[in-house]
């Protein structure tokens, strides 16, 4: 069983929808939750994180984390074309300076 | 935030030749850290390069097969050696800018190896 899953994709909506990522994890330890965007042919880049349990609201998007499910989630409001990308979760312990990356969710927005 | 260059950004390579990526940012960062990204798969650390000192590798890779240079803190290289079709991947270098950074990894754009 991989530390992290992500459903790869790819996810395909219309301009203007709401859409929602996610991703679930079995290692306790994390206390770090991160997104990380990544355009084609791009490095990723982080979009916002959130330490433990609770949400984290940033222009359009929400991340959110329920620890006692292990689940994270990445809602993006108003979502426009130029989101579209692939959308990395990741997470860390307190202790490590190691992240571990979900596969990455294809994220296309239809104008 | 940092900026970070690779060279090259791709290649094609021969089975049981060597390469040398090269990673440039453009100011002075403690850890910087190599990972190799195949297609569907997550971002997979290969090592951790800190200036002044060995790397440390992952599980699954070892020093011979991925050698690591860090001559100074704004420079590291990655060498893929005697490779062969598995070894194709991107590969790509990321840095912190500080201890209490670890959360905010900044990447480069990735060197897209294939390896025939």
């Known amino acids: 069983q991989k530390e992290v899953e992500q459903d790869p994709g790819p996810l395909s909506v219309p301009e203007g929808a709401i859409v929602s990522l996610n991703c679930t994890y079995s290692?306790?330890?994390?206390?770090?939750f991160m997104w990380y965007r990544q355009y084609s042919r791009k490095g990723p880049e982080l979009l916002m994180y959130?330490?433990?349990?609770g949400n984290k609201e940033d222009g359009r998007f929400t991340a959110q984390v329920d620890k006692s499910s292990k689940y994270i989630s990445l809602f993006i409001r108003d979502s426009q074309p130029s989101d579209s990308a692939t959308y990395l979760c990741a997470m860390r312990d307190s202790s490590a300076s190691k992240i571990i990356f979900g596969s990455g969710t294809r994220l296309s927005i239809r104008p | 935030s940092a900026v970070i260059s690779q060279k090259p950004s791709r290649d094609i390579c021969q089975r049981g030749t060597s390469l040398t990526i090269q990673c440039q940012v453009d100011s002075q960062v403690t850890m910087m850290f190599w990972y190799r990204q195949q297609p569907g798969q997550s971002l997979t650390l290969i090592a951790t390069a800190n200036q002044g000192s060995e790397a440390t590798y992952e599980s699954g890779f070892v020093i011979d097969k991925f050698p690591i240079s860090r001559p100074n803190l704004t420079f590291s290289t990655l060498t893929v050696s005697n490779m062969s079709p598995e070894d194709s991947s991107i590969y790509l270098c990321s840095v912190v800018s500080g201890v209490y950074s670890y959360n905010e990894q900044f990447f480069g754009p990735g060197t897209r190896l294939t390896v025939l």
């Open positions: 959130t330490y433990s349990s």
């Open positions: 290692n306790s330890a994390f206390q770090y």
